[in-house]
């Protein structure tokens, strides 16, 4: 019975962190009372108060008396990162100056989220796997490419790291684009994101920073070869 309750309240973390993060609820929302929450979601009060938990342990929800349970702004040291960052954003940089920054954190991202994933960070990542196909659209490939590295970012349960890959994503979403052109860049970009998310299942750091590298190298070679061959297949 206890496992059952953790499943439900893992996928109650996954659900309403995906909402904090694409800012369906935003900082300031009040939620609403946990009986009427818990009948909306068709859940127990039980897995809802483990849920609630965990998300105010991770400083993104507060409870408080009287005015139940809040959303809460991100800590002033990631808004302030966010407005450093910002100030960089329309100066000029290489494409290989980013290609370089993504290489030296991203594998230590997934190093950290495989010590730190929690069963809602893993739900999440197989959610996104399981809408991944090589035959999407682009557009929306690279969507859900988006989406997973930001997930392997708060699955580091570090607010700086996760507000510095936002903002390396959206440097390097242009040029990401060219390789989620050909459905052999979105074979290979989903082939990568399946061994990081399996080493990091394993809570295997090594190999969840290796995957990561070889990830970033192979779509690195697609960007290039797509460049110079001007290749555009679906």
């Not at 290489?94 to 950290?112: S, Y």
């Not at 061994?195 to 920073?209: G, H, L, M």
Request: glycine share 4%; no cysteine.
């Amino acid at each position: 019975m206890r496992g059952r309750v953790h499943s439900v309240s893992d996928a109650l973390v996954a659900h309403l962190e995906q909402m904090i993060a694409l800012g369906e609820l935003v900082a300031g929302d009040r939620l609403p009372a946990e009986r009427d929450l818990a009948d909306s979601l068709s859940v127990s009060r039980t897995s809802l108060r483990e849920a609630l938990h965990q998300l105010e342990a991770k400083h993104l929800i507060e409870r408080r008396p009287g005015r139940g349970t809040v959303v809460l702004a991100p800590p002033p040291q990631v808004e302030d990162l966010y407005a450093t960052l910002a100030d960089l954003s329309g100066a000029d940089r290489e494409l290989t100056d980013v290609a370089e920054l993504r290489t030296v954190i991203e594998p230590k991202i997934a190093e950290f989220a495989a010590l730190r994933a929690t069963s809602a960070d893993l739900l999440q990542m197989d959610g996104i796997l399981r809408a991944t196909d090589e035959n999407l659209r682009g557009a929306r490939s690279l969507e859900l490419d988006v989406q997973f590295h930001l997930t392997l970012a708060r699955a580091s349960h570090n607010p700086l790291l996760t507000a510095l890959t936002t903002m390396v994503s959206s440097w390097t979403t242009p040029v990401r684009k060219d390789s989620h052109r050909s459905r052999e860049g979105r074979r290979v970009s989903l082939a990568g994101h399946r061994e990081i998310r399996d080493a990091i299942k394993a809570r295997d750091p090594a190999s969840a920073a290796h995957a990561m590298r070889l990830h970033l190298a192979d779509v690195d070679r697609l960007i290039r070869r797509t460049r110079r061959d001007g290749t555009d297949r679906a």
